[in-house]
Nanobody, 115 residues
Framework: QVQLVESGGGLVQAGGSLRLSCAASGSTFSISALGWHRQAPGKQREWVAS???????NYADSVKGRFTISRDNAKNTKSLQMNSLKPEDTAVYYCYLIVSGNTYWGQGTQVTVSS
């Protein structure tokens, strides 16, 4: 079993920055990928960014150039650095982890960007 705990959400003005973190515990061997999704009010959950076990990163077009995903294998944590935030980035952000073919989700953290 894998547990994910997110932190770092909050309220920020447009143009500001936030850093989200996700700490993993449990059976985290054989991680194949990890990343972030988000869900804005009234919208479907959408993929934001991911990083593979080999370190390859991918980003949704809407965040490319503004968000950076990273991982600290020693601490079993991953982060999402979000810069130049826009009001449309407002959403609940969820981290996820794929281990041995199973996907695990964090509880979500709210990010609100005011205009």
């Amino acid at each position: 079993q894998v547990q994910l705990v997110e932190s770092g959400g909050g309220l920020v003005q447009a143009g500001g920055s936030l850093r989200l973190s996700c700490a993993a515990s449990g059976s985290t061997f054989s991680i194949s990928a990890l990343g972030w999704h988000r869900q804005a009010p009234g919208k479907q959950r959408e993929w934001v960014a991911s990083i593979t076990s080999s370190g390859n990163t991918n980003y949704a077009d809407s965040v490319k150039g503004r968000f950076t995903i990273s991982r600290d294998n020693a601490k079993n944590t991953k982060s999402l650095q979000m810069n130049s935030l826009k009001p449309e980035d407002t959403a609940v952000y969820y981290c996820y982890l794929i281990v041995s073919g199973n996907t695990y989700w964090g509880q979500g953290t709210q990010v609100t960007v005011s205009s």
